[in-house]
């Protein structure tokens, strides 16, 4: 699954509207009409999908807690990254 942020190009703290100008400018990129590439079917579509659940409040809330979850990509390292910053406290 990507990365609806990323497909846009946008931080997660994007505003609505930084979020509707971000989909525009990469519509109008990506649009099969305007951008002869192979890709930019797929793209567009990834674009619209992203836009989709981004701009909706409640899929957007939805989707930010799925991807919170998620975003650990090496779990123990994160672990021992906060067992040692607690032990550094409770040293201290």
Do not use: C
Not at 62 to 69: H, S, V
Not at 73 to 89: H, M, N, T
């Amino acid at each position: 699954m990507q990365d609806s942020y990323e497909i846009l190009g946008i931080s997660p703290t994007a505003t609505a509207d930084a979020i509707k100008a971000a989909y525009r400018k990469k519509a109008a990129q990506y649009h099969p009409d305007k951008n002869p590439s192979a890709d930019a079917p797929v793209r567009f579509r990834e674009i619209q999908e992203a836009y989709e659940v981004l701009s909706d409040p409640a899929r957007r809330k939805a989707y930010d807690e799925y991807r919170q979850r998620n975003l650990i990509e090496d779990p123990l390292a994160v672990a021992w990254d906060i067992s040692g910053k607690y032990i550094q406290d409770a040293l201290q």
